[in-house]
C-alpha cells in the first residue's frame, strides 16, 4: 500500500474561548494503492481540505494516523525528511494564483521545484521546457512572464508541469479546477490521468463534482459532515449509490455526463 489513511479525527476549537468543537473529519479511513486514482468528493465544508492537510502534514489531526510506504509520517520530523515527504506526496491547489510569488517570474516556481530534489547536476533548463512540452505549454509562451500574464489554466498548467520534475509518488490535487474555465477543465484533468498512466503516480483528486470524478477515478469516497458516507468504483457510485446523500449528488450530476456514460 501506498499510504493508510487511518481512523482519521480533526476537531478544531473556535469561538472566543476555543470551547466551541468543530468536528471538520470523523474516523476517516481509505487506503491509496500504488498507480491508483482516488476521488474524494464531497459539497463544501465536508473536511476534504482538512483531510488533504493532514494528510500533507501542514496540520495534525487530533487523532488517527497517516501511514506512507509503511512509515507514520508523524515520524517525519527533520527538514531533510519533510523534504524528501513532499517530494514524494505533492499538493496541488484550487487557486494557482496564490502559489506564485507575483512579483517573481514564473520560472522561479518552477525552478524552486530543483530545491526538493537530491542532488544538484541538473539540467534545469532542458527539464523545465520537457515539463513544460508535456503539460501541453509552449515553453516560449510561458517563461519570462509573471503570474498575472497568464490564464488561469496556464497557471494550473504550470504548478502540475512541477510534478513532471518532480516524480511524486502522490498527487494531492484539492479542487484544481474549481477557478479554471470550464472549457479547459478536462484537458487539465486528462494531465494528471496521464501522469498516473506514464509514471504510475498516484492521484487523490479532490472535487465537489461527482460528474467530473466519474470519468478520471478508479475509486471515489463520497465524504458528508467528515464522514465517507460511500466509497465504490464510479459506475457502481452513479448507478446504485447507496447513501442518501450519494443519491443527492448523483441527481446534481448534469444530464450531458449521463448521457455519456450512457443513461
Ligand atoms: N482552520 C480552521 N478553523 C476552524 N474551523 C475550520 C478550519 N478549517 C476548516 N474548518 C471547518 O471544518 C469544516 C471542514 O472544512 P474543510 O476541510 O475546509 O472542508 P471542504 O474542503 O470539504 O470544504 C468546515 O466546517 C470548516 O468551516
Ligand atoms: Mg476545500
Known sequence: MLLEVKELTKIYNVGLLRRKEIIAVKDVSFDVKPEMFLSLVGESGSGKTTTAKIILKLIKPTSGSII???QNIEGINTLKDLRRYWRNVHGIFQDPYAS????????RALGQAFTLLEGSNFDKESII???LREVGLRPEEVLGKY??????GQRQRIMIA????LKPKLILADEPLSMIDASTRAGILKLFSKLRDEHKT?????????????????????????SIVERGPPHEII???????????VEDVPLLYKKWSGF
Open 68 to 70: 506512507f510506504e509503511g
Open 100 to 107: 506564485f510569488n507575483p512579483f517573481h517570474k514564473v520560472d
Open 129 to 131: 521546457n520537457e515539463a
Open 147 to 152: 503570474p498575472h500574464e497568464l490564464s488561469g
Open 162 to 165: 512541477r510534478c513532471y520534475i
Open 202 to 226: 498516484s492521484v487523490i483528486f479532490i472535487t465537489h463534482d461527482l460528474g467530473l470524478a466519474y470519468y478520471v477515478s478508479d475509486e471515489i469516497l463520497i465524504m458528508y459532515k467528515g
Open 239 to 249: 448507478e446504485k449509490p447507496q447513501a442518501q446523500y450519494t443519491k443527492r449528488l
